[in-house]
């Protein structure tokens, strides 16, 4: 069974669902190809940022999700994905949490300098918690220098590879650029990063393809075993 930590499922007026019934929809989808914990991750944009307002609507929605798709049998939890912005410096950061998880969700941005990305990703790790970089193999820095994802991975940082990415549905480069922190061994999670219907949460089909190339070493960027590690350092298991 499957752990996604990324995904766009709750309606919040991101470009992700917009409906609970379309997230439901998803949400079922996504357990009949193999995910058994689901994160909602809405986006945390600079022009949409999670006001009080914001945040109690998404939260109003999560809430009527959830126990529907328990009944599913799926454990769908939120949390949020940050794009960086120079106001997240001056926010309270353990507010994005993934869950109860000591971590949050960051994505690259997929053009220009990196500079703000890592000092967001220094501020989640000077609280404490452990910075997901989401799908750095869409950004053209790391494209052009997959050494700057290995620093990131070194100091501890979790890459988050899109499953998207490895069945090339980004283009080719970020579908090499992809296979090369999965083979490499520096990616720690494949996600589904999943918006919509026409672009859902499935990882199956990525599953399979990692299976292919690495064998049975590449589950654990499936079964969550990096976000098991975190719970277990925060003993929040
Ligand atoms: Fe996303």
Do not use: K
């Amino acid at each position: 069974m499957f752990v996604d930590v990324h995904s766009h499922v709750v309606p919040s007026g991101d470009d992700g669902v917009g409906s609970v019934e379309e997230g439901l929809a998803l949400c079922r989808d996504a357990h009949a190809h193999g995910t058994s914990l689901l994160f909602a991750t809405p986006h945390v944009w600079p022009q949409l940022p999670l006001t009080e307002d914001r945040e109690e609507e998404i939260r109003r929605a999560y809430a009527e999700m959830a126990p529907v798709a328990a009944e599913a049998g799926l454990d769908l939890r939120l949390g949020f994905e940050l794009t960086p912005a120079p106001a997240l410096l001056e926010e309270d950061l353990t507010r994005f949490t993934l869950g109860a998880l000591p971590a949050v969700l960051m994505e690259l941005p997929f053009a220009g300098p990196l500079d703000l990305s890592q000092r967001v990703a220094e501020e989640i790790e000077a609280r404490g918690l452990t910075p997901v970089i989401a799908h750095p193999e869409r950004a053209d820095r790391v494209i052009d220098d997959p050494e700057i994802a290995a620093g990131y991975a070194e100091r501890g940082w979790l890459l988050q590879v899109n499953a998207t990415s490895l069945l090339e549905y980004h283009g080719e480069a970020p579908f090499d650029t992809g296979w090369l922190l999965v083979e490499r061994g520096l990616a720690d999670l494949v996600a589904s990063d999943g918006h919509r219907p026409a672009r859902p949460p499935l990882l199956d089909d990525a599953h399979a393809a990692v299976r292919r190339r690495i064998g049975e070493r590449g589950d654990a960027l499936f079964n969550g075993a990096a976000l098991g590690r975190l719970a277990s350092v925060a003993e929040r298991v």
